[in-house]
């Protein structure tokens, strides 16, 4: 496993990623979908806003924890789910939950992980979330509910956005398929990552093969076969259920309009993620970041906004918080830090991101983040 004496940006994990994975793999953690469009808006769209520098303010004592859900964190951060942690490295979910719960903040599981949610939450340990695809057969959907209930689970995280099953051109190039399609090109590709298959998927092989998704509720289709099937139908008025089904906080992700997060917080969820998957699903969606505010004028008096899409920088988590979220999600950020450096990679990840934070409040001359509002972000001049 490489040091992580060469990463000093979150952009810095993306070459090291790109050396470790096989392209198949690699493409899918970095890429997006379609012409990415929407994943590179998600970028922009934070360099269109300037921060308020002050000056000779004193600076000495700073705090850039979040009280989130009664819950002090010590940083405004919340790993998002990333199905293919756990084959970017071996167990990487655990390794993801583990460095969360280091740093203070919570890390979300994703339904289509390759490690069991029971094993993530004992050895990850900290404030684990449960990401949820729902399938058409609701009932083995609640199934996996409950076992996110009796693990532990603080938080369902219903995702909203993705109840479409499309697949994406890279991964039909690159021969990354349900089932695997072993072709003389795919085959290269892995042959010459030897550290990738020595070190994430031999250890998987000694312990009884490839993992599958033992915690997506598959259905069956046309002909009887269990396949991983979306849910085209499920709406609004399957909501009632899932909310009397989970006690706990539940969080609808991918909202991004005003009407959509008026729904969710009639519907009594405790609270939405601004999201567009990363630009994963849908290349004519806006950015995250211009979404939000129209949506915190909505709700933000009634549930708890968090934001992601983009955020590479520090700078951009307090942008973020300024426009009125109440928490930062990220995902490619700590996905490819773990493809490029493993576990330590990870809390060098989160490490340099809580590093930016202090220094963008220390710029900005306000001592506690919770603070941050719109007063100190405006447009950049054209
Ligand atoms: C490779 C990859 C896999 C993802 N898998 C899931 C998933 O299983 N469930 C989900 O709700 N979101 C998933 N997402 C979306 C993330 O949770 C998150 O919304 C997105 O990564 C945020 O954008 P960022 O990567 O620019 O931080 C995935 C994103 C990526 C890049």
Redesign the pocket.
Known sequence: MRSTDSYFCIDDFVAGARRYLPRMMFD???G?VFDDVT?RR??SAFQRYILKQRVLVDMSTRDIGIDLFGKRRDLPLII?????AGMVRYKGEVALARQAAATGIPF?L????STPLEEVARDGGGDCWF?L?VSPDLPRSYEVVRRAETAGYEAL?L?VD?NFGHARERDLKNGLTIPYGLNRRNAFDLLSHPGWLTTTVLPYLMRGGIPGFPNFATARDDQGNERFLKFPGFNWSHLDELRSAWPRKLIL??ILTPEDARRAADAGADAI?V??????VFDAAPATLDALPTIVEAVGDRMTVIV?????RGSDVVTAMALGADAV?????T?LALAAAGEPGVKCALDILRGEIDHTLAMIGQPELARVDDSIVSRAPA
């Open positions: 899918f953690a970095a997006a994943f998600n970028r998002a789910p990333t199905g293919p979300t994703s339904s289509a992980s990401q695809y995280v995702t993705s992700k991918g993620i999201s567009n998957h990363g630009g994963n992601d899409g983009g955020v590479r999600m990220i995902g490619r950020a996905l």
